[in-house]
């Protein structure tokens, strides 16, 4: 069974512009989770989908938005990008209910 | 198991010894906790999880005791190895809140062959 898939892995941008990540859910998850990491601030708690409904939501600026697609992949994006946003994206699959996420290998963010 | 900023804290064990990382948890609401380890490079990677109303789940070489009074989660691992060198979180599920899970900070444990 192929587990979250996260593209891209790496990728380098500079200030102002704009991201989009993808990711593919394990097959039959409806739930999709993303996730920020930075040593400072660990793993923080972007946003939910669930069956293309976003869900729950973190404590982020509108900057940061996300949608997910009828087969459950999800695409995370941020606006002007900031110094700041360089971080490891990790997003997250499970059937929905509470229980067990599954994690991706994440795309790392660098904003230069 | 907290820590603060860049310095995680960290648990350095010899090989077969057992390993014991602690957390405190933040939310008298949270009813579902897990236990991750995240190798460098890697996203995290599930160990074990305990629901409220238990105290204690045993799985392979590890066991979870959740303390609900102090709001207090350990992980323990019985004859650590070498590979089991990482990051380790706990993590807290507020019920009715899917999919987010409010993470600790990590703590590092390094195994010495």
């Known amino acids: 069974k192929a587990g979250v898939t996260q593209t891209p892995r790496y990728l380098i941008k500079t200030r102002g512009q704009q991201v989009t990540l993808s990711c593919s859910p394990i097959?039959?998850?409806?739930?999709v989770s993303w996730y920020q990491q930075t040593p400072g601030q660990g793993l923080q708690f972007l946003f939910e989908?669930?069956?293309?409904?976003?869900?729950n939501k973190g404590n982020f600026p509108g900057r940061f938005s996300g949608r997910q697609f009828s087969n459950s992949r999800s695409e995370m994006n941020v606006s002007t990008l900031e110094l700041g946003d360089s971080a490891l994206y990790l997003c997250?699959?499970?059937?929905?209910?509470?229980?067990?996420?599954?994690f991706g290998e994440g795309s790392r963010l660098t904003v230069l | 198991g907290e820590s603060v900023g860049l310095h995680l804290p960290t648990l350095s064990v010899q090989e077969g010894d057992n390993s014991i990382i602690n957390c405190a948890y933040s939310?008298?609401?949270?009813?579902?906790f897990i236990w991750y380890k995240q190798e460098s490079g890697k996203g995290p990677q599930f160990i074990i999880d305990?629901?409220?109303?238990?105290d204690k789940r045993q799985g392979q070489r590890v066991t979870v005791l959740l303390n609900k009074t102090v709001k207090h989660l350990s992980l323990q691992i019985a004859a650590t190895q070498p590979g089991d060198s990482a990051v380790y979180f706990c993590?807290?599920?507020?019920?009715?809140?899917?999919?987010?899970?409010?993470f600790g900070k990590g703590t590092k444990l390094s195994v010495k062959p």
């Open positions: 997250a699959s499970s059937f929905g209910g509470a229980g067990e996420l599954f």
């Open positions: 097959s039959g998850h409806r739930s």
């Open positions: 989908y669930f069956s293309e409904t976003q869900r």
């Open positions: 939310n008298s609401a949270s009813d579902y």
């Open positions: 305990i629901r409220s109303n238990m």
């Open positions: 993590a807290e599920n507020i019920s009715g809140s899917q999919g987010n899970l409010i």
